[in-house]
């Protein structure tokens, strides 16, 4: 069976402060994607990013991290420098190659305050 | 403009009156796909379509049906709604089924309500 697990249902920041939002998934098969999207107040998701199976390498973008560790079925997303901006629903989500359905998290709710 | 188009964007309607929320794309994707979103529970996967006439459940079909006689359009049919359907829903699409080479797009979201 596939699920995501992200087990922080609201965080609170102040701005500037780092933030790390945690996922932890379970699949079986071993070739699958991991994806983080972003639901901002105005209720549209917002592609952040995508890792397949094979690629452990971190990825940086800006403020953003991500943090891939298959011995921990974790994919990790950390925010450095947190600004109002960033407050919103974080969703992970994994896609298992074989059998072409999404599974997402329940989401993490970012509340960053000036 | 590339975009996945969702209407109606609200809707209030009542249990039993059946309900079809149509989904458009203009990207000659070929993976279409439907979501509800709840409280708590993140999006969860209704219906999935790989191309046309090609349909397959989700993790939660019941009370919906969908179908796909052309590329662009995916429609979300509720027969018979109830208030548990009462959801916030979004239509995706990719180029093709979704693999690390292409996005998912969403649309805006449709908020349901069944009273």
């Known amino acids: 069976a596939q699920k995501v697990t992200q087990a922080q249902t609201e965080i609170s920041v102040v701005e500037k402060e780092d933030v790390t939002l945690d996922c932890v998934y379970e699949?079986?098969?071993?070739?699958?994607?991991l994806f983080w999207y972003k639901q901002p107040p105005s209720g549209e998701l917002v592609f952040l990013i995508r890792?397949?199976?094979?690629?452990?390498q971190n990825e940086i973008s800006g403020r953003y991290s991500w943090n891939f560790q298959k011995s921990t079925s974790s994919f990790n997303f950390t925010i450095t420098a947190s600004q109002v901006v960033d407050s919103a629903v974080y969703f992970c989500?994994?896609?298992?190659?074989?059998?072409?359905?999404?599974?997402f998290g329940s989401g993490t709710k970012l509340n960053v305050k000036p | 403009e590339a975009q996945v188009t969702q209407n109606p964007r609200y809707l209030i309607t009542v249990t039993g009156k059946k309900l079809t929320v149509t989904c458009s794309q203009n990207?000659?994707?070929?993976?279409m796909s439907w979501y509800r979103q709840d409280p708590g529970l993140g999006l969860r996967q209704i219906y999935y379509?790989?191309?046309?006439?090609?349909?397959d459940k989700g993790d939660v079909p019941e009370g919906y049906k969908v179908s796909r006689k052309e590329k662009r359009n995916f429609p979300l049919i509720l027969e018979s709604p109830s208030p548990n359907q009462t959801s916030l829903y979004f239509c995706?699409?990719?180029?093709?089924?979704?693999?690390?080479?292409?996005?998912?797009?969403f649309g805006p979201g449709t908020r349901l309500t069944v009273l």
């Open positions: 995706a699409s990719s180029l093709n089924r979704v693999t690390i080479d292409n996005e998912q797009f």
């Open positions: 699949t079986r098969d071993t070739t699958y994607y």
């Open positions: 890792r397949n199976s094979f690629d452990e």
């Open positions: 989500a994994l896609l298992v190659y074989n059998f072409n359905k999404f599974y």
């Open positions: 990207m000659n994707h070929e993976y």
């Open positions: 379509s790989m191309n046309v006439e090609v349909t």
